[in-house]
């Protein structure tokens, strides 16, 4: 079943956008549909937005998805510059978030990056039903026990020259400048693991863009592109994964980035109540290849929640 005949039959979902403050970081939030239905919340990967959710949300037409623009992604605040952008974190401030929605229970939709944030918040959030994850299986950036000393001294080192030379974007006359938004949504076709369709990026790059007075500059924190000093180890980040005792359902791009030997090294940690499905597709399979059967396993992983 191809995109248009998916789309032809999907409701309009009601759609709504908040802001909410959650420890002194103001998060731009986007909705999708009734906000009496059961809640799932739907979390981005690592430099994407809630526009990531656009696509797949309105099918999801019996529950209420929330997708906050994690700290330093989309329309949502930046971190203070001594201040890295760790996982644990994203995590502390989503648990903050659905105590403050009054949510007693909630189900998880994750991308990437997001699947990592949703293994850590699995362990302090209460009241979580179900979890499916998208392309990801946990914590996406892990660093061997071996390897701990040698990351943390290259990050420090990569983080100070950024600072002190102002490379990567640092300041703003040397971020990125697009004299269009169409000439931003073709350079953000670009992801991780290859390419995006131009609409896909659009919807992505719309979210993710101000205009200044000569074009378009990101609005995400450049320093995300720095890797955080300190990770997890590849077995750390396997005992995250590990604990999850709710139904996680897994769906993976069978061009995506979990593909021969980095699947095996996570599914090794799955718990017994995980299941994992393979669709056709790369890293944004639910941007660029959403399809009817993948569509149903998704309702089906959030049946009776």
Not at 25 to 43: H, M, R, S
Not at 102 to 113: D, E, K, P, Q, V
């Amino acid at each position: 079943m191809n995109m248009m005949s998916l789309t032809s039959k999907v409701l309009p979902a009601i759609e709504r956008e908040f802001t909410m403050n959650v420890n002194g970081l103001d998060l731009a939030v986007k909705t999708w549909g009734d906000e009496k239905n059961p809640p799932i919340l739907a979390i981005h990967g690592w430099l994407d937005n809630c526009a990531s959710f656009s696509r797949i949300a309105p099918y999801l037409d019996h529950y209420y998805v929330v997708a906050p623009d994690l700290a330093g992604h989309g329309k949502s605040d930046h971190r203070k510059p001594n201040h890295a952008y760790y996982l644990w974190d994203y995590a502390i401030e989503l648990s903050i978030f659905v105590r403050k929605m009054g949510w007693n229970s909630y189900s998880i939709l994750a991308h990437s990056m997001g699947t990592g944030v949703a293994s850590i918040l699995n362990t302090i959030s209460k009241g979580i039903k179900r979890i499916v994850f998208i392309d990801g299986m946990g914590a996406p950036f892990t660093v061997s026990a071996e390897d701990v000393v040698r990351h943390l001294k290259t990050s420090l080192r990569l983080s100070e020259m950024a600072h002190l030379t102002k490379l990567n974007g640092f300041s703003e006359k040397n971020q990125p400048l697009f004299s269009s938004m169409e000439v931003a949504v073709k350079t953000r076709q670009k992801v991780v693991g290859g390419f995006i369709s131009l609409d896909s990026a659009r919807r992505l790059a719309e979210r993710d863009l101000r205009a200044v007075e000569s074009g378009y500059r990101w609005r995400h924190d450049p320093r995300l592109t720095i890797p955080e000093p300190i990770q997890l180890t590849d077995e750390q980040a396997g005992r995250f994964l590990n604990q999850i005792d709710c139904p996680l359902t897994i769906l993976l791009g069978t061009n995506g980035l979990f593909v021969g030997d980095k699947f095996h090294s996570k599914s090794q940690y799955l718990a017994k109540n995980a299941k994992v499905s393979w669709y056709e597709g790369g890293h944004h399979l639910h941007l660029e290849n959403l399809s009817h059967e993948m569509i149903l396993d998704i309702k089906s992983s959030f049946a009776n929640h």
